[in-house]
């Protein structure tokens, strides 16, 4: 199978959007990105808004070439908002994470809002909670809900294992590191060759994250790590937008370095350069002004 990961944090934009390319089917999940709202009390900078713009482009031509789209839950940046145009999912296949249960308000509120837009160009969705479904060679199956991190009121996501001629991949979005041990279970049970998931939220150590979270992140990580199953650790999202990130884990590439698994961030896997913009956000205003482009 074929990683080729889409839309990422450390590529300019919040999203964790992600192709799979199987022999027999072509999987994006989350196909959607967004940006910070606020960050250093600034809007988003124009270079910001221009990389943004070039992503959906991307999500858009991908998705519309893809068998399946999965949703893993309902965040802006993890699917389209309201008011863009969602023509691109005319005719395509959907699972997405139950609208209903395991869910809350605003997630929910969400959720209704995009389901009555699909209802309009024909499409209906599966729930994908839990099942396991089957294209041709390639077995796609989904967790129970986890925890969107540290706290239940945040919500619930669902993990995704593609399978194909014996390699699996792994997609966690939005477990913060893994702060819960009940976030471990599906990664331990399937044992993915490639894990893709969002790191601890040090952006917001202190105030949203604590450091007991960071040192439960880094230690089930470490656990994954010696299951001795995993070749690759992609690690992005949340933690790449503090820009120490790599001070904030080092133990974890020193852990991940003993066991001969590698470490990368989506632009890293892509052999691309690493484009922190929004935590870099005060410093293209101090140095860029409102110029659209650097």
Same mark, same amino acid.
């Given at each position: 199978?074929?990683?080729?990961? $889409? ?14 390319? &199987? ?52 965040? *802006? ?11 691109? $999912? ?23 809002? !995009? ?49 194909? &001629? ?85 133990? $974890? ?10 470490? !990368? ?11 922190? $913009?929004? &935590?870099?956000?005060?410093?293209? *205003?101090?140095? !860029? ?6």
């Amino acid at each position: 199978m074929k990683i080729r990961l $889409l839309s990422f944090d450390s590529m300019g934009v919040r999203s964790m959007c992600t192709l799979i390319e &199987a022999g027999d089917a072509r999987i994006v999940i989350d196909p959607g990105a967004a940006l910070g709202p606020r960050r250093y009390g600034l809007k988003p900078h124009p270079l910001e808004y221009e990389r943004l713009d070039m992503f959906k482009e991307i999500i858009m031509e991908e998705a519309g070439k893809s068998d399946l789209l999965v949703i893993t839950h309902y965040h *802006y940046d993890h699917f389209p908002r309201p008011r863009e145009s969602i023509e691109w $999912l005319r005719g395509k296949r959907i699972l997405l994470k139950d609208p209903c249960e395991m869910i809350n308000f605003s997630q929910r509120r969400r959720a209704s809002i !995009f389901l009555e837009k699909l209802r309009k160009i024909d499409v209906k969705p599966e729930v994908a909670d839990s099942k396991s479904i089957r294209i041709g060679r390639c077995r796609i199956a989904f967790s129970n809900p986890v925890e969107h991190g540290n706290d239940p009121r945040l919500g619930y996501v669902l993990q995704v294992m593609i399978e194909e &001629a014996g390699e699996r991949i792994i997609h966690s979005s939005d477990v913060e590191g893994f702060v819960s041990r009940s976030q471990l279970k599906f990664v331990k049970e399937n044992k993915p060759d490639v894990l893709i998931c969002d790191g601890p939220m040090t952006y917001m150590l202190g105030d949203r994250f604590s450091e007991a979270d960071l040192k439960n992140s880094l230690k089930n990580l470490s656990e994954i790590i010696r299951g001795r199953f995993l070749q690759d650790l992609i690690i992005d999202h949340h933690l790449v937008r503090d820009l120490e990130w790599r001070d904030r884990i080092r133990p $974890l590439f020193d852990y991940a370095d003993k066991f001969g698994v590698r470490v !990368f961030t989506a632009a890293g896997y892509m052999g691309l350069e690493e484009l922190l $913009l929004e &935590a870099n956000r005060r410093r293209l *205003y101090e140095e !860029f002004g409102e110029s659209p482009r650097i």
